[in-house]
């Protein structure tokens, strides 16, 4: 599970930045990409961190084969969903398909993709140069001075294009003064959302693709093991934090955590209330990792030392409806079925009705951003097709007693969801 906004200081930072916390074990902390992430400097660290070894090597980036074929899909959907070109600005969706790093601001730059043809780039003047040095998927550049309108040369060169009048889409991440710019400067053409293109695309997942979320969700669970067998009664999440930095240093990959302990376990995102481990209390670590642009998202509730009744009962119930989930995700169903499966068996448990105890969905899109197209939210008529990739992470919270959420995240198929890892199987024992 991730946090679509601001939950506080110890949210969504790279852990990179935990040195005071590394300090306060005495491990030594060095940044990712020194000492501790080139294998060095062992002999201060945990012995279950010490033992991890680098995922990278296994890794293969996104080939040009598929940027084309991606390319050439997201052109033959703009036809079946009636669009002449889409826009599409910084972010994830544009290194997806012309693997362009490019950084928002009040300056408008991005793609123009029409239904054949290579794409076109749209960038300040002075970015010129920058910009040929990263394109590798067709060669128009356009360009605009300080003094110009980006949003009167995306008209004349769509215009260029035979798209003078027609359907826009818009990617749905694009600003709105963007949007609003190219509106007023091309009134004649119709603006839409352009996530039928864009999800339509990265909604489903390719062999290399799915390839590289395996790799970062065994890392991520792999941190998560060899943080679990160091951690100790009496460390702080600032403690907590600074060792999934070094495991991640070890694994050769950036990531996050997000640790919340025993009262707090019952917000699902938590608090930033200052929190410590204690023996017999639930503590539950939730966040990921990304390779090669591709993240992970793996949450797991546990207990250091003996786990009461009430909690292994509960562990058990959320345990059943993750599995109930995940049968469900199967092609040819809707994503609201999802959902409803596992908050049936979460509900006939004494935990319901509806979101009483279970408050959130069930999941997520992940691929490139943690959360993405498409959600298994109750009552969504979203198509189920293969090799669509979520989260599946059911939980039952407890105000003021303890919450417990069990996360995983599947591919679908004809025969359901198929986990990246394996689920936990006890409170007390997270990784068998």
Not at 205 to 215: F, N, R, V, Y
Not at 398 to 409: A, N, S, T, W, Y
Request: proline share 5%; with cysteine.
């Amino acid at each position: 599970m991730s946090n679509n906004g601001h939950r506080g200081v110890d949210r969504r930072r790279f852990l990179g930045l935990s040195a005071a916390g590394a300090a306060s074990l005495g491990l030594g902390f060095a940044p990712l990409g020194r000492s501790l992430a080139q294998g060095r400097a062992t002999s201060s660290l945990p012995p279950s961190i010490a033992a991890l070894q680098p995922v990278t090597g296994k890794a293969k980036p996104i080939g040009d084969d598929e940027y084309r074929a991606r390319l050439g899909k997201g052109q033959r959907l703009l036809g079946e969903h009636g669009m002449d070109a889409v826009f599409i600005a910084s972010g994830t969706t544009l290194k997806y398909f012309v693997d362009l790093q490019w950084w928002g601001s009040e300056r408008t730059a991005g793609v123009l993709l029409t239904r054949s043809g290579d794409p076109i780039y749209i960038t300040p003047a002075f970015e010129r140069s920058r910009a040929l040095e990263q394109i590798r998927f067709g060669s128009e550049v356009r360009t605009w001075q300080e003094d110009e309108s980006p949003y009167a040369l995306i008209a004349q060169t769509l215009r260029d294009k035979g798209v003078a009048t027609g359907t826009l889409g818009i990617e749905e991440k694009v600003p709105y003064f963007m949007a609003d710019g190219i509106a007023k400067a091309a009134p004649q053409l119709h603006l839409v959302n352009g996530t039928p293109v864009t999800a339509g695309c990265r909604s489903v997942k390719s062999e290399a693709e799915l390839a590289l979320l395996q790799i970062a969700n065994d890392a991520t669970l792999a941190c998560y093991h060899a943080v679990w067998q160091a951690l100790q009664p009496g460390m702080t999440q600032q403690d907590v934090q600074a060792l999934v930095a070094l495991a991640y240093g070890r694994l050769g990959v950036r990531g996050d955590v997000d640790i919340n302990v025993g009262k707090y376990t019952a917000q699902p995102h938590g608090s930033i209330e200052p929190q410590k481990i204690d023996e017999g209390t639930v503590v539950i670590l939730d966040d990921g990792c990304q390779v090669h642009g591709y993240t992970s998202d793996i949450t797991r509730t546990f207990v250091l030392g003996k786990a009461s009744d009430k909690m292994k009962r509960v562990f058990s119930i959320v345990q059943k409806a993750q599995i109930a989930a995940r049968d469900a995700a199967r092609t040819g169903g809707k994503m609201g079925d999802i959902d409803k499966a596992a908050r049936k068996v979460i509900a006939d448990a004494g935990f319901g009705p509806g979101y009483q105890y279970f408050s959130h969905r069930l999941g997520h899109g992940i691929g490139m951003d943690m959360h993405e197209w498409y959600y298994a939210v109750g009552g969504s008529e979203q198509p189920i097709v293969p090799n669509m990739t979520m989260s599946d992470e059911p939980g039952i919270y407890i105000p003021g007693e303890f919450g417990v959420r069990l996360e995983d995240c599947m591919v679908t198929t004809d025969n359901g969801g198929r986990w990246f890892t394996a689920q936990s199987p006890s409170i007390e024992l997270p990784f068998g």
